[in-house]
């Protein structure tokens, strides 16, 4: 079980993250961009992914841990519960979507 105590010590962990609001919840940002955010339920954590397919994937693969809602139709953010995702799992997902969002010279830094 991850809680938002965890999330936010595992990104915090990854070079040059920072934290600040985002809608009124804890948001992660590599530079000026997000890679994470604790929705309004405190516990379901919001990720972009590089693609809309990965999202229908990771879904499919894992819905106990996975999910979406109408709000992300068209967009390559998956939605994770972190009740019921290990905390090896979710620091990969982070570094996944750090990886992502950082600039290029900065993602050499996370293997």
Do not use: N
Not at 91 to 97: K, M, T, Y
């Amino acid at each position: 079980m991850v809680t938002e105590e965890d999330v936010r010590r595992l990104a915090l962990a990854l070079p040059e993250t920072g934290e600040k609001p985002m809608y009124g919840t804890p948001a992660f940002y590599v530079k000026a961009r997000w890679f994470a955010r604790v929705r309004e339920e405190g516990d379901v954590l919001a990720l972009p992914l590089a693609a809309e397919e990965d999202k229908h994937e990771l879904i499919a693969a894992d819905p106990d841990v996975f999910f979406t809602l109408p709000h992300y139709d068209g967009y390559a953010v998956v939605l994770v519960r972190m009740p019921v995702v290990g905390e090896q799992e979710m620091a990969e997902l982070l570094a996944d979507a750090w990886r992502l969002r950082a600039p290029k010279k900065l993602r050499s830094l996370v293997p």
